[in-house]
């Protein structure tokens, strides 16, 4: 059994549908990219999948149990975390609070999670009482993962974490995302940046206005001449 | 030769230039303009044979004078660069930074409180009769309404323009239960007895007006509101057989309860207030050190990264509404049995936006700058009664918010969090008025 389950999922935004039926799955332990152009409906599914927006038809399972009908909060609780397009760290609260933030629904203690966090950021914990918004961008795309981090979850929606960043840095945060799987995270990682992307994930799917046109293992997908015309921006035939 | 006094009168030109750009020639500038105003308006009046004489008195009047001063100093601080500024309150922020971390011993807080308390509980009984009631009518219960609106804009961030309409619905309940409405309650109360109802009633309204509304956000979130709060006057202006129309209601009788009775005098009124007050600042501190307040600040930061981060923003911020208005139809209850005759006409919109600026002059987020804030903002208007002619009283009320939106946009004492935030909208980063959504952050 998969441990997320998409079958035939659409979402509709008034009278447009964003997704027009799409199934995928993402089993434990693993990263699975979903690449895409502008307006393919990456956001929208990773939205949908963490409850801020509700599919008009089609089934969501975790762990084959259907969670389209939870709320934000509750998805949270059960175990998936979400990194939001456009880092959204809160501005005005410090590096610390912002990992507290993060924690939110746990009970109890979470200073090993913290300890953690700042294993794999070590720039957060000398930045403990700067305020969110102050970081360098990089360092807020740190930040949103290490707050999403916060919550334990089982699965991470990380959406664009490379979205206007230097290459170095996309590079350093692609090896961080590699490690908190392997620290037993399942991934999903949505991205326009596919070069990297592929190279991280075992699997991908390709989105296009609102359907998967391509389900492939990476390695398929890096040398597939299409997604190289489209996401790697090579000219097919010219040599 | 000539060149070189072409550049050197161009330089000076666009150093005079930029001298003119500078924060605080800016800020000067304004005030200077203000005052000027005020002097105008607030002088004599002009006649129609000689349309300049009324502005040559004014201008020249001895009204006017401080007001010259008051901007020459501050014309010349701006000169000097804030050099002289920084020379005059170097003695200040050494002490400032030298009594930082310094705990206050126990006893030293413990007898500034009970001056305070002394301050609090025997002062008022020295006061005339009219001071009295403006300390009920005008302060104590603006304070009370600014407490609680202060949790709606303060700490959840949510601009609410229609919170005169809990306190109107608090006022008629209260009408209704003593029996002074066209429409006959089941049984009759005692007004004290009905603040559990009133209290009820208005929770009901923020709840029924909180959950459609509350998915909106910012200027959308004020619109709504402010749409509200009219549509309650209006309808207790036209529902002439449920709330007697512009008539209103009177006779509502004065407290009674447990032997004891309430009167005309104020005083009494005073102390039910200040117990009032204290529970509700006791009860709204802890709520804004609680998990309930770490979720409103995450809410006024970002909205949706509070829900990615598992907070129920909904319920949160629908709490809020609900808190803030309660606390108002409280106030309402107050009101009716103190003052015993209401109308549509005491809860006009402008009622919603002066509590909101007491808010905001005492320091958004800071219970105790917003108690100071309604009180300053309370007191000034009678203060000012025996000093300006009465026309002329909001001009000054007017001009002290100018003021003080210009040198001190925090409020009176203002929050940590607040400073915060227009420290870093002022590096742009995030909105200042800390409603808005960020510039920025995407979607």
Redesign the interface.
Known sequence: MAMLELEDLHVKYGAVEALKGITLEVNEGEIVTLLGANGAGKTTTLRTISGLLRPSAGRLLFEGKPIHELPAHEVLGIGIGHVPEGRRVFPRMSVLENLEMGAYQRKGGNKEVMERVFDLFPVLSERKTQDGGTLSGGEQQMLAIGRALMSRPRLLLLDEPSMGLAPLIVAKIFEIIAEINQDGTTVLLVEQNAAQALKLAGRGYVLETGSIVMSEDAATLLSDDRVRAAYLGEEIGAA | MTTVDAVQRGSTWSGVQRWARRDEVRRAACLVALMVTIAVITGPDGSQNSPYSGLRGSLLSRHAIPFYVLAVILAATSLAGGRWTTAATAPVRALRQRTTGIVIPKPVKLVALALLAVLVLYYPTTLAPFWQTVLVDQMGIYVLLAVGLNVVVGFAGLLDLGYIAFFAIGAYTTAYFTDKLPVHPPFTLNPFFVFPIAVGAALLAGVILGGPTLRLRGDYLAIVTLGFGEIVRITAVNSDAITNGPQGAFGIPHFSAFGYHWTLDSLPYYYLLLVVVALVVFFFRRLDDS?VG??W??IR??E?????????TLKFKLMAFAIGASTSGFAGVIYASKVGFINPDNFPLLLSILVLTMVIFGGMGSIYGVILGAAVLGWLPNYLRDYVPAQDRFIYFGALLIVMMIFRPQGLLPSR?RS??LR?SE?G??GADGTGP?PG???
């Open positions: 998990r770490r979720a600040a995450a930061e970002d949706v990264a509070a829900a990615a981060t598992g907070i129920p969090r915060r935030e870093l590096l980063i995030g960020i952050s995407t979607q």
